[in-house]
């Protein structure tokens, strides 16, 4: 036999290797995907992508050979994403508004390959979760310049679901109005009120009335219903564009680094996971002198970073509040562990509703 037919052989033997192992691989691929939809998680993680790419190069050890194996790494993670496109175009997305909606562009940069289903309000999408309607729900918890979004907050402590990600969007508002129309025209406009919280300015200069809006989208579905020029509303160029309408005004929000951060919910909690760093979790503590500050002190003194405190009334009782607090560090290590067994003796409830890695923004 000659060499070159020994090179052939040792090939063969190799890619036939190579195959049971490829499927071994895409096996494991297909209980990611299942996991990532069970769980909300979308399929691109470019922080693992990098750090196997520089772990498994290492284990080559002709450095002739390390860059060519690099490449055929980035190509077995496109494979294996490709996969998971395939896998999760079932998938469906709960979120409230209608398609325009700033959290309808944000469930579909996202969640590219899944059915984006739109519901009325906060509540009936998050429920469409809970009784299996929906994969999971994109709602926002928070924007920059209006402060929290009160609804959801309760919805996360009085349901069951769980954050299992977090998400930072730009968020741009314009002034959309039917064609023809002038500013000059507009009486009255009309949108979510967090968007009219963040155009105040511009709508105090323009001496216009206000409605309000389920959201965004909604407002822009009204105007351009309603065919008249003086009304406008306030929303994203991607509202225009589906109901017709024409952007009188651009980036009409007071701040220019405005920004909705929005959350992913699902039936399931993330699996434990070192690279999670931050965390969710809602209490109340007991109706005693000291109790929330005993339980803010508790989570520094085990070394975790308070980085949101925010009270909601519960609703149960007069003046009784519970607390959603958001921390960095890893929950599930040992200090995150014993922190929430020492809290359990101040707090009068207890819940973990959010681990995941740093926010991604989108």
Not at 265 to 287: A, G, H, P, Q, Y
Request: net charge negative; proline share 2%; charged share 25%.
């Amino acid at each position: 036999m000659s060499n070159l037919q020994k090179a052939r052989e040792i090939i063969n033997e190799a890619d036939r290797e190579m195959a049971r192992l490829f499927e071994k691989r895409m096996d494991a691929v297909k209980i990611v995907s299942e996991y990532k939809k069970e769980n909300g998680i979308p399929i691109d993680d470019f922080g693992r992508e990098e750090e196997m790419i520089k772990r498994n190069s290492e284990y080559i050890e002709n450095e002739e050979y390390r860059s060519y194996y690099v490449n055929f790494l980035k190509n077995n993670i496109k494979l294996s994403k490709d996969m998971q496109h395939k896998f999760l175009e079932g998938m469906k997305v709960a979120y409230s508004g209608v398609e325009g909606a700033f959290a309808n562009i944000a469930a579909q940069k996202i969640f590219p390959d899944a059915l984006c289903v739109p519901y009325a309000d906060f509540k009936s999408a998050y429920k469409a979760v809970e009784n299996g309607e929906c994969d999971c729900v994109l709602l926002p918890i928070e924007n920059s310049h209006n402060g929290d979004v009160g609804n959801v907050l309760d919805l996360a402590f009085f349901g069951s679901l769980y954050i299992n990600g977090v998400y930072e969007a730009d968020v741009i508002q314009n002034l959309l109005a039917n064609k023809g129309t002038t500013i000059d025209d507009i009486k009255k406009v009309i949108s979510h009120p967090q968007a009219l919280g963040q155009s105040a300015a511009y709508i105090e200069k323009h001496k216009f009335e206000t409605e309000d809006a389920v959201n965004t989208a909604v407002a822009a579905k009204i105007v351009a219903e309603s065919g008249k020029k003086d009304i406008a509303a306030i929303g994203s160029v991607e509202a225009a564009d589906k109901f017709g309408l024409k952007v009188l005004a651009s980036h009409i929000n007071e701040s220019n680094t405005n920004t909705t951060r929005f959350a992913v919910f699902s039936r399931s909690c993330r699996k434990n996971s070192s690279s999670d760093d931050r965390f969710i979790m809602l209490f109340t503590v007991k109706n005693a002198a000291g109790s929330l500050g005993q339980a803010i002190s508790v989570i520094g003194q085990h070394g975790f970073n308070l980085r949101a405190l925010k009270s909601r009334p519960t609703k149960e009782l007069v003046w009784d509040y519970f607390f959603y607090v958001e921390g960095e560090g890893n929950i599930e290590s040992w200090q995150g562990k014993a922190m929430l067994e020492e809290l359990g003796k101040c707090c009068a409830n207890l819940k973990v509703i959010g681990k995941f890695e740093k926010e991604i923004h989108i």
